[in-house]
């Protein structure tokens, strides 16, 4: 079992940057390859970004690219996220998960086996 918690999530306006982090616990950390889902109201849940065990092998949802980073410390047992120029849309539950490290669709939410409970962002216009 590995257990995570999100943090980070809060409001900001428009144009403005967070960064979320998740705190891994459990089976070890660096076995797993991490990433983020968000949800809006309404919306099915959708993949942001992920990165491999090693902390290579990067891939971001277009929608995030150039602004969203991702990035994890297996020292610490956690996984981070910066989220910069943010806009309305990006307005969401955000989602921290882990999975094999061998997935292949990394963008598919059943590619994990672990999930967090979620951290609310919300970016006001």
């Known amino acids: 079992q590995v257990q995570l918690v999100e943090s980070g999530g809060g409001l900001v306006q428009a144009g403005g940057s967070l960064r979320l982090s998740c705190a891994a616990s459990?089976?070890?950390?660096?076995?797993?390859?991490m990433g983020w889902f968000r949800q809006a109201p309404g919306k099915e849940r959708e993949f942001v970004a992920s990165?491999?065990?090693?902390?290579?092998?990067?891939f971001y949802a277009d929608s995030v690219k150039g602004r969203f980073t991702i990035s994890r410390d297996n020292a610490k047992n956690t996984v981070h996220m910066q989220m910069n120029s943010l806009k309305p849309a990006d307005t969401a539950v955000y989602y921290c998960?882990?999975?094999?490290?061998?997935?292949?669709?990394?963008?598919?939410?059943?590619?994990?086996?672990?999930w967090g409970q979620g951290t609310q962002v919300t970016v006001s216009s």
């Open positions: 998960a882990a999975g094999s490290p061998a997935m292949v669709f990394y963008w598919r939410s059943t590619e994990y086996d672990y």
């Open positions: 459990g089976r070890t950390f660096s076995n797993y390859a």
């Open positions: 990165i491999g065990w090693r902390g290579g092998n990067t």
